[in-house]
C-alpha cells in the first residue's frame, strides 16, 4: 500500500499539475521543419515549475548548441518560466510534459498533438509509468499504454528514434517496497520493450537514468533541481549525439 504520507503528496502534487497545465497550452505555430525535430515527451519532469523544480530540457538544449546540432524542440506547450538566453539565443520551450499524466493519458492524447506539431524525427519519452506507479495503477495496463503509445509515433514516422527511459527513482523518503518493485519491473519492461518495438527502420533506445542518481539530485519527492537536470540532460545527450544528422 502507499503510505499516507505519499499520497498525501500525490495529491498535493497532482493539483498542482492540473493547475499548470490549463495555462501552459503553446501558440499555434507552422510544423517544423527542422532535420532534427525533438518531442520531449513525458508529465513533469519533462515540463519542470522554476523555480520549484527543473526541467532537463534546458540544459539539454545548451548542450545541443555546444555541439553545434541543428534542431528544434516541438510541442503543443511552452513555458511560463524565464530561462537566460545562451550565447544570444533564447531558450526553445516548446515540449510535451504534462505534470500529472499517466501512461494512459499519453497514448489518448499523442494523436492529437501530432495533428499540431507534425511527427517528430527524435521522441525523448520520459519516466514511462512515472506516474502510474505514484498512483498505484496497474504495471501492466501500463505496458500497454507504453507499447501503444509508441505504436502511434512509429506509425506517424516509421523512421523516428524513440529513446525511452528507464526512469530516475523517487526520492528515498517515499520509496516504499511496492514502489521499488514497481521501478524495478519497469526498468526490466523498458529494455525488453526498446527491443522488440526497434524495427529496421526505427530505433527505440533504452537509456538507464537510474544508475548513480541519488536524493541529492531531487528539489522535492520526485522532481529534478539543478543538478538532477544536468545528470538527465547529459545522459540524453550521449545517446543524441550518435543519432541526430548533421
Known sequence: MIERVQVLFLMFFLLISCEKDEGSIGSENEISTSINKIMPLGASRVEGARPDYESYRYELWKMLKDGGWTFDFIGTLDDEAAYPDYNGQSFDEDHEGRGGWTSGQIASGISTWF????????????????????????FDEALVNINSTIDYIQSANPNVTIIIEQLA???????TQDLMNYLSQMQEAVTAIANAQTTSSSQVI?????TGFSDDLLADDVHYNGNGAKFIAERYYGVLANVLEK
Not at 506539431?117 to 498512483?135: E, W, Y
Not at 527513482?169 to 520509496?175: F, K, T, W
Not at 533504452?206 to 537510474?210: H, L, N
Open 115 to 138: 495533428e499540431q506539431t507534425g511527427a517528430p524525427d527524435i521522441v525523448l519519452f520520459s519516466s514511462p509509468g512515472g506516474n502510474d506507479g505514484l498512483q498505484n495503477l496497474s
Open 169 to 175: 527513482p523517487a526520492h528515498s523518503d517515499i520509496m
Open 206 to 210: 533504452a537509456i538507464d537514468m537510474f
